[in-house]
């Protein structure tokens, strides 16, 4: 499984109130649908991707999970192994927005600390029935030191923005941490011994 | 012939007049003169033939004209002929038109009999509805209220319009009476039978609303009457069990059992009635039945979900094992054994409600395939859509997600302190590799995990496979990482070889070290062995994961195999297992760093001194000394038995494995340690002889030592040798180059030129005059 075809593999968990379209945006990017009168996700659900961005396949996997609070302690455990998590609200729902604090405590509790936040204000087609303001969300956003994108998953506004631009920060910090990690941490064992013996011939 | 004939006369002739008249020689006149007589001659021969026909011409006009009147006869017969075609053609028309007002008579003489017969019909069941309903014959009566359902609207229109249209009027007035009536009586005989819990009663009138056209009230009275009984069983089962005392066998599973019953009631019902569904409603009308019972059966779940909640204190457990995992305080501490209890129970039901779902699905979809056979693909799509919804949001699935979601946290809980304790009370056996808590921290996740799997809930199994994947690669491996970090103590085996001194800091350092041992510190050899086992330890971590994994994959192929879950069910555990197979790695990696760590602090500190004391052998040697080391091995036995013995401890405490990859690493650095003090050595002929000799003895023995090759590790110092061993400067070229034949040279030229100079007998011009 693991010789498949692709450069990266990133793993992006959407979170957020239920009923705000996480499920919409998912399905408008994977498969490029927006069904109505979707009932609401159990549990989680899993979609891929692959896209190609500068010549390299870069594999996307989609945990689409529920919003509603029975299925938190099934969701959260989603969160540790996630790369990116796009936390979603809906623009038209005052109440969405108000619970984001609550959500960013529990990435804060669950993610691991290197993970990538998404904030994405939904359904800008409804703009008619804005409760929250572009420059408010954007104000918290800054604040918590989130990249923020407005989309509408019914009239593909900036879905596919949301995830491109996601995946090509996801790929600027894998090349970092594999520099990182190849500064720093010398082959265990033989590559030791070798720094060692130059520090005798100094001697 | 005439063409030809009147070409020529028109010309007179070949030849024209002009043509002739300017001839003027005679030759030519002549010629000319020939022609003409020529022609003429074919001209009179020619009028003799026709003259000869003329004969034959004039009796074949007179032929002629004695067919004249035989013409005018045929001429008239023609005309007769065709009048008479005519004639015949009308007259087939006539038929024809005849005979299509005929059919056209008979087809409606049919519809009148048809008409008629309906009439008759019709009256026949105003007459037999009324002696039926007389005989409180329901049956019959609908029979005949289903046939006069089934007739024609127009047929019953038109009856009206005839002669005996007010009679017919009445008649129809009393059947439809007849009708409401039946309907109210049926209605009224079923709630009866209902209450009186008469089955065949309620049977026979269940039968009987369908005849009536009443499929949806039919199925929700007798959606009704089922869920009453269902309501009742429900009832009484759980009055049972919350009289169950506590010391009973099933006592601990008791609200999973009596949610078991529940559903097997419904399953019963469903099984029992549906073939008289299907046969008196047709299919595809389970799911309205299924509707109104999972509607009771939400009711009773709830019921039952409450007095679970209520008896077990399932509510204020978790709030207790949250705030345990919130603060880690210990003023409430809940001990994990003790939720072992609810969280089988809660997984059993949550087991009992996926089957059950399983089976409703089941049967509704197979009902559904038969009914909507001749549906478009929108109905069907329709259908299911709504089936599935049913499915997805009842209350039966939302209370046991409600509850699997409490579950989960708590395993959890049950996990993380069973690990913690499984540490805490960690222990090693003298002999034994690896210490008690690899094996109980792997038993109690496959417990965990096993326990989750059983609730048949996907999406449950996949969070206590990250949560668990989650707990190894951070906290357990942790804990491994910090046993490692505490690090190899040097050995007391070095400090004596240091001399006396050392050996009065041993006294002293372990006097202290008995001080501190009451403290509970550990000794050296106990952290000695601590770290090992913390070594082995690690290596099992990563090859018990990857069998928990394996292991968890033919568990969940199993259940694949019984129809639970589908693809997106399969792709989410294949993520979540490939995530649990990366923490392996990590365990891997820890292992290498462990090694690396034990090399260099407990295996270099010693072998280097060892390698050094080379420098201390001259390799300057004369015949006599080399005698004299023949006898008396200056260096290389010693150094070989340091090593066995240095290794002797290794291989006692570490799996075959490590110890492996700890002689590699030994082996890689006895190799280049002895070629710095090689070069840091002179050599006379016989001194690269004896070096030869010693560089032999230790690559035979750590060949004793290894599975792995190691003449590849030693390949440089065995071609130092071979260059310390010749005869004269020139005799490398005999090695060299073209001639250095299956001998891959790991040396530089420079390198080589550096060897050959440690021979104290070659001449540095020699060597600089090599050409290589």
């Known amino acids: 499984m693991s010789m498949e075809d692709y450069d990266f593999l990133f793993k992006i968990v959407l979170i957020g109130n239920a009923g705000v379209g996480k499920t919409c945006l998912v399905r408008r990017f994977t498969q490029g649908l927006f069904p109505p009168g979707q009932g609401a996700t159990i549990g989680v659900d899993f979609m891929i991707k692959t896209v190609e961005i500068k010549g390299e396949k870069i594999k996307l996997q989609i945990w689409d999970t529920a919003g509603q609070e029975r299925f938190r302690s099934i969701t959260q455990s989603y969160y540790r192994s996630a790369n990116a998590l796009i936390l979603t609200y809906d623009i038209t729902c005052e109440e969405s927005f108000r619970c984001l604090p609550e959500w960013l405590r529990e990435i804060e509790q669950y993610a691991n600390s290197e993970v990538i936040t998404v904030l994405v204000g939904n359904k800008i087609d409804l703009a008619e029935r804005r409760e929250v303001s572009q420059q408010r969300a954007e104000e918290f956003a800054g604040t918590q030191n989130m990249y923020y994108l407005e989309t509408s998953a019914k009239e593909s506004d900036n879905v596919e923005k949301l995830f491109l631009d996601l995946a090509c920060r996801l790929i600027s910090e894998a090349r970092q941490n594999a520099l990182v990690n190849n500064v720093d941490s010398s082959l265990p064992g033989e590559g030791k011994s070798i720094t060692y013996l130059n520090c005798c011939n100094f001697n | 012939m005439a063409n030809s004939l009147g070409f020529q006369g028109d010309g007179g002739s070949v030849l024209s007049m002009e043509h002739v008249r300017s001839l003027t020689d005679l030759q030519d006149l002549k010629e000319a003169y020939e022609r003409l007589c020529a022609e003429e001659k074919d001209v009179e021969s020619e009028l003799l033939t026709l003259l000869g026909q003329q004969t034959i011409v004039e009796k074949k006009m007179l032929a002629l004209q004695r067919m004249g009147p035989n013409l005018q006869l045929i001429e008239g017969d023609a005309q007769q002929l065709s009048g008479m075609i005519t004639f015949t053609c009308n007259l087939a028309e006539n038929v024809s038109s005849k005979v299509r007002q005929l059919d056209l008579a008979k087809s409606r003489l049919y519809q009148a009999i048809q008409r008629a017969d309906d009439i008759l019909d019709l009256k026949f069941c105003m007459d037999g509805v009324q002696t039926a309903m007389k005989n409180e014959d329901y049956e019959q009566a609908a029979a005949h209220i289903h046939r006069y359902l089934c007739l024609d609207k127009s047929v019953i229109e038109l009856s009206r319009q005839g002669k005996e249209g007010n009679i017919i009027e009445a008649n129809l007035h009393h059947l439809q009476e007849a009708e409401q009536h039946l309907k109210v009586v049926v209605s009224e005989k079923f709630d009866a039978a209902t209450k009186s819990g008469d089955l065949p009663q309620v049977e026979r009138f269940f039968k009987i609303f369908p005849l009536l056209g009443l499929h949806e009230e039919g199925i929700s009275k007798f959606s009704g009457y089922l869920c009453k009984q269902v309501a009742k069983k429900a009832e009484e089962n759980l009055q049972l069990a919350l009289g169950t005392e506590g010391g009973e066998r099933r006592a601990a599973l008791i609200f999973a059992d009596t949610l078991t019953l529940l559903f097997e009631g419904i399953a019963r019902i469903v099984e029992t009635h549906q073939p008289i569904l299907e046969t008196y409603y047709g299919p595809g009308r389970l799911y309205m039945l299924i509707k109104h019972l999972q509607a009771e059966c939400d009711r009773q779940v709830e019921k039952v979900v409450d007095k679970f909640v209520q008896h077990r204190d399932y509510h204020r457990k978790f709030q207790q094992v949250q705030s345990c995992m919130m603060r880690g305080s210990s003023t409430d501490k809940i001990e994990p054994r003790d939720l072992d209890p609810i969280l089988s129970e809660v997984t059993l039901m949550s087991a009992r409600t996926e089957l059950y779902l399983r089976f409703i699905k089941r049967r509704v979809v197979s009902d559904f395939e038969v009914g909507d056979s001749m549906a478009t693909e929108e109905v069907k799509q329709e259908h299911l859509q709504n089936l599935d919804k049913l499915i997805k949001h009842c209350l039966l699935s939302c209370s046991v997600q409600e509850l699997i979601g409490y579950y989960i946290t708590m395993e959890e809980f049950y996990m993380r302190e069973s690990v913690n304790k499984a540490v805490a009370m960690d222990t090693c056996e003298r002999g034994q590799l690896i210490s008690s808590m690899v094996d109980d921290v792997f038993y109690i996740v496959k417990k965990c995990i096993g326990r989750a799997l059983s609730s048949s809930s996907i999406d449950c199994l996949c969070a206590m496979i990250n949560l668990s994947t989650t707990m190894l690669e951070s906290d357990f491996r942790e804990v491994l990482c910090n046993k490692l970090r505490m690090g190899f103590p040097a050995t007391t085996f070095q400090d004596i070889q240091r001399g006396v001194t050392s050996a009065v800091n041993l006294m002293q350092s372990s006097l202290q070290q008995g001080k501190f041992d009451t403290k509970g510190i550990e000794s050296n050899d106990e952290a000695k062995m601590s770290f090992l086992v913390s070594l082995n330890n690690v290596e099992v971590c990563s ?180 260059i310390l061993n010749l005869e004269r400067v020139t005799e490398i070229l005999d090695y060299w180059g073209p001639n250095s034949g299956p001998l891959t040279w790991r040396l530089t030229p420079a390198e080589v030129r550096q060897v050959l100079a440690l021979r104290i007998d070659f001449r540095s011009e020699d060597i600089k005059r090599l050409r290589l």
């Not at chain 2, 018990?544 to 969940?556: G, W």
């Open chain 2, 543 to 722: 090859e018990n994961i990857m069998t928990l994994k394996k292991n968890l994959e033919n568990d969940c192929n199993k259940m694949f195999s019984q129809g639970l879950g589908g693809e997106q069910a399969k792709a989410k555990i294949d993520s979540c297992l490939s995530d649990m197979a990366s923490v392996s790695n990590k365990f891997k990696d820890l292992l290498q760093e462990g090694l690396g760590e034990l090399n260099s602090t407990a295996v270099k500190p010693q072998v280097k001194p060892w390698i050094n004391l080379f420098l201390s052998v001259s390799h300057n040697i004369e015949e006599e000394e080399f005698n004299d080391y023949e006898a008396n091995d200056p260096w290389v036995q010693q150094f070989i038995v340091n090593l066995e013995q240095l290794m002797a401890e290794f291989k006692a405490g570490l799996s075959s494995v490590i110890y492996e990859n700890l002689t590699s690493l030994l082996t890689s650095l006895i190799a280049m340690e002895l070629e710095k003090v090689v070069l840091k050595s002179t050599f006379s002929r016989l001194g690269g002889l004896q070096f030869d000799k010693e560089l032999r003895s230790l690559i035979a023995y750590l060949t004793t030592v290894t599975t792995w090759t190691i003449r590849d590790k030693f390949a440089r110092l065995t071609q130092m040798a071979t």
